[in-house]
């Protein structure tokens, strides 16, 4: 039997700003498939910024583990 740990994963950010201006579903799309790479590879922490096609810190993603 597999032991399963409770997570709650939290988005949040800002899409007011010039990098979703042109398209911003293609810029939505290319940060969640960046943070989905970043939990894929086991380096996401407990909190973890979100930065923006120009480098702009726009929120945090967060992986809150459940007892």
Known sequence: MTNHHAETVT?????ENDAFAEN???EIERILHNIAEHIGSGMA???NAISDANGNHIGTFAI????
């Open 11 to 15: 988005i949040q950010f800002s899409t």
């Open 24 to 26: 911003p579903c293609a």
């Open 45 to 47: 922490c407990p909190s």
């Open 64 to 67: 809150h583990a459940h007892a």
